[in-house]
């Protein structure tokens, strides 16, 4: 049909809208609205045409039902009548987007490169297909066709078969179910674990920018990476592992020992990924204040001894703050000057996020 | 007859029998039956199988689909008003909704081909829509996809700027014809068979007189329009700058929303005859007892009432229901009018048997519009609890406003003339000797959505290729929107605003 078409035609549209905003849709968090599983809701503007028309909220409307003048109506009055049947009311339309779909934007955008997962084992595994039919199964697995197709078969067969009065009453030995079959498949596995700052020093803006910035990293990893795993440790002078939820909300103060969350960072890594079988990602957000010096020199040893060898990449994103010092960048950009494998992104603002991820995934790593 | 399988075609052919034997009369009626997929097709085009390429049937189709995913609506019937007529069943739904939705269909049919407002409609719009989408396609090939589209977004929005009624206006008189022409040939003197008289006869001041009502006259037809003109695509198909296919596109456009127009101003009694003969013909004649609960069931949920919305199948089944009893009870003319009693009214029952008769003629005559205004009653009202609704700026709400009678029919006949649309007219095409243009919104109490306004005004601008004005009234102020091209000027105008009711007041 040729519907499709014009759906295409329809969605393109919808891309080009997003494109277009991309950069408020990067750094304003509530435009990526509602998430399920792998769709974002997006709305997109005046995607109507327009036309001469009477405000709604001028003209009011007739209603059926209860109620005394001054009463509520519940919800919003429909344009019911008076609409030619053939034309879309509403003015604001949300369009689900799928994240693949995002991240090809994002990618578009930024002209980011694609990932070449590392060359280790593909690490195997074990997927139900449903795909066979059994003679056996639980009755929320009937398969409704093929049971009535062999019912079918089996009037015909005996000649019970009316077509004037076509009724079909399946038997035990007719039922059929879909049973499934174990399939094994390579997949590059990957985890992102991310670290935060959360002492005193970063506040709801620092946090917002590192909510956004990771959204949009973990959009990317997961187009590469179908079974991305995340991590979150945050810390001040101690780290702790924590859900993605109190990552984002937790408020602390106090001194900061980035220390603390590498060795937290690195314990994870060497119990529960072993490093011939994850792409392992380490992300590092701070402000760029330490403690002291002696602790900034045992990161820089543990980048260099064990993170630099094991992940991708290690990122650190040094989040612009009236308190911070930003010297943890200096140090990282005095200690490794021509290191490969360390990225460092400075972000001074909302609007700078975009560089930011371009800095990131720019390498295809 | 199509794809129907042979249960359903038995149940087809009673249900046609039965709708005649009522005196129903309905074009072939060719049904379909489709899956869910096939049905949002069908209805984001209207019901059509074939339209010109256009992303907004793409949008519906999308919004239909999703809406049917999550289970939050679903079509059951679609019909489409040509001869033959084509009306769709979905798939696998149960015998009993099957039913109910050919016996409502049948009633759409009859409809279609007797009332009196669909009379000039295309009854070979398939043909048409196939015509048109073969154009619009070509002039893709021809021109590119971006530009067509763009251009037909812009016609999209002045869809809405057709003149309603007439296709139902004869053209001119062939005596309005000739007095054109007389007036044309010179000033109209008065026929004198004697020259000495003529003198006293069209003395000189009545030679001047006729001599200014002349000229009077040749201004007025120097303007163009010389009436204002509610056509405002008509208009400027034939007046703006176009290329050829841009003609075309306009036309086609225009075309389509002339076929569509009779569907909006007859919602109401369409559906509620419809409804009216679904339910007479089910319950009368075709179910059997086992499926009553089931019919009960979507029957009321079509007919739910909703606080917020105003529900066409709803106000037109009890109408007709009502017209039906009230003609048969002989509760109409001066007697009836006149009586005060409520105790006799409440009794009174002549025996007349005319209901049958009266709702058939109700239904070759009337559109939404006159329907309501005829036979809306303050009891129809306080039975059905109906009552009109209004944006309370102080509580950011939508709330009930009043049970009035009179306010009610105000309202509803308000929001059914012209669709519930502002009515737009191009008074001027040479607007202050400049070639613009000059379009005049006729001011009815409501104002026009202001963003929506100015994109669409833009859109106007594009097409006229010269500036154009509006005149219209926002926030209490009487105002012209002018856009050249580059900017939207705003200035205000002397005119006091007065609503509807002051200007009549005075008038």
Request: charged share 30%; net charge negative; with cysteine.
């Amino acid at each position: 049909m040729a519907i499709r078409e014009d759906h295409n035609r329809f969605r393109e549209i919808i891309r080009g809208r997003i494109k277009e905003n991309f950069k408020k849709y990067v750094t304003h968090g509530e435009m990526i609205g509602k998430r399920e599983n792998d769709f974002v809701k997006i709305p997109v503007p005046y995607i109507d045409i327009p036309r001469f028309k009477y405000g709604p909220k001028q003209s009011g409307g007739v209603g059926q039902g209860t109620g005394q003048p001054g009463d509520a109506l519940d919800g919003e009055p429909q344009d019911g009548l008076g609409q030619a049947g053939n034309e879309p009311g509403q003015h604001q339309l949300e369009v689900d987007v799928s994240l693949e779909e995002l991240a090809d934007i994002l990618g578009e955008e930024l002209e980011l490169p694609r990932i070449q997962p590392k060359g280790r084992p593909k690490q195997e595994v074990v997927k139900t297909r449903y795909s066979g039919l059994a003679p056996v199964g639980p009755e929320g697995l009937r398969h409704f066709k093929s049971t009535y197709r062999r019912a079918l078969k089996r009037y015909l067969a005996s000649g019970l078969y009316q077509p004037d009065n076509p009724v079909i009453i399946p038997i035990r030995g007719d039922y059929r179910y879909r049973s499934f079959k174990q399939v094994v498949q390579p997949q590059a596995n990957a985890v992102v674990i991310y670290m935060m700052d959360v002492s005193g020093s970063m506040g709801e803006e620092q946090k917002e920018i590192v909510r956004l910035e990771s959204f949009w990293i973990n959009t990317w990893l997961k187009k590469h990476y179908k079974g991305l795993e995340t991590r979150f440790i945050i810390h001040d002078a101690t780290a702790k592992e924590v859900d993605e939820k109190t990552f984002f909300s937790t408020s602390e103060s106090g001194g900061t020992l980035i220390s603390s969350a590498y060795k937290l960072c690195q314990q994870i890594i060497e119990s529960d990924y072993p490093v011939e079988q994850w792409n392992i990602y380490p992300f590092h957000f701070s402000d760029g204040d330490n403690w002291s010096g002696e602790d900034t020199r045992l990161c820089m040893r543990m980048i260099r001894e064990f993170f630099l060898p094991v992940s991708n990449m290690f990122c650190y994103g040094q989040v612009e703050s009236k308190y911070g010092s930003g010297q943890f960048l200096k140090d990282l950009e005095r200690e490794f000057p021509n290191e490969e494998k360390l990225v460092i992104s400075r972000i001074e603002s909302r609007d700078k996020i975009l560089n930011s991820i371009k800095d990131f995934l720019g390498k295809g790593k | 007859m199509a794809n129907l399988t042979p249960e359903l075609e038995r149940a087809r052919v009673k249900i046609l029998k039965v709708a005649e034997s009522y005196g129903l009369d309905c074009f072939e009626t060719i049904f379909e039956l489709v899956t869910y997929d096939q049905m949002n097709q069908f209805a984001a085009y209207g019901g059509f199988p074939v339209r010109y390429p256009h992303w907004r049937f793409g949008m519906e189709y999308e919004q239909l689909s999703k809406s049917y995913e999550y289970g939050l609506s679903k079509i059951y019937e679609m019909v489409v008003n040509t001869d033959p007529c084509y009306a769709y069943l979905m798939e696998g739904n149960r015998l009993v909704d099957q039913k109910l939705v050919m016996a409502h269909v049948y009633g759409h049919c009859d409809f279609f081909k007797n009332n009196q407002w669909f009379a000039p409609t295309n009854r070979k719009m398939m043909d048409a829509m196939a015509n048109h989408a073969t154009r619009i396609r070509r002039y893709m090939d021809r021109y590119g996809i971006d530009v067509v589209e763009d251009f037909i977004d812009k016609v999209l929005s002045l869809e809405n700027l057709i003149d309603r009624y007439s296709p139902y206006i004869k053209k001119k008189t062939e005596k309005e014809r000739r007095e054109e022409e007389a007036r044309e040939k010179g000033i109209s003197l008065l026929k004198v068979n004697r020259d000495y008289m003529d003198e006293y006869i069209n003395p000189p001041e009545f030679v001047e007189y006729q001599k200014q009502k002349l000229e009077e006259e040749s201004r007025k037809k120097a303007k163009i329009p010389a009436q204002p003109e509610r056509d405002v695509l008509g208009f400027l198909m034939h007046f703006a700058p176009l290329k050829n296919w841009q003609q075309d596109v306009i036309s086609i456009i225009r075309d389509e929303a002339y076929y569509f127009a009779p569907q909006g101003m007859t919602k109401i009694m369409n559906e509620g005859w419809a409804s009216y003969w679904h339910s007479k013909i089910m319950t009368e004649h075709i179910l059997t007892d086992s499926e009553i609960i089931d019919f009960a069931d979507a029957h009321s949920g079509t007919m739910a009432m909703s606080p917020n919305g105003f529900n066409p199948y709803k106000v037109g089944i009890e109408l007709f229901r009502d017209i039906e009893e009230r003609w048969n009870k002989g509760q109409f003319g001066k007697e009836w009018n006149e009586c005060d009693d409520i105790r006799e009214k409440a009794n009174w029952d002549k025996k007349l048997g005319l209901g049958r008769e009266k709702i058939f003629e109700v239904r070759r005559n009337y559109n939404d519009v006159t329907f309501i205004d005829e036979f809306l009653t303050e009891d129809f009202c306080v039975r059905n609890k109906m009552f009109v609704y209004k944006f309370n700026k102080r509580t950011g709400r939508y709330e009930v406003d009043t049970r009035d009678f009179k306010l009610i029919k105000k309202q509803l006949l308000f929001q059914l003339t012209n669709f519930g649309q502002p009515i737009i007219q191009v008074e001027d095409a040479n607007f202050e000797n400049r070639g613009e243009l000059l379009l005049t919104h006729l001011y009815e109490g409501v104002e026009m959505q202001p963003d929506y306004m100015k994109e669409t005004l833009k859109n106007v601008q594009y097409i006229w290729a010269r500036p154009v004005n509006l005149a219209t009234v926002q926030d209490g102020q009487a105002k012209l929107f002018r856009y050249d091209g580059r900017e939207m000027q705003e200035y205000n105008l002397q005119d006091q605003v007065k609503t509807p009711e002051e200007a009549a007041q005075e008038g």
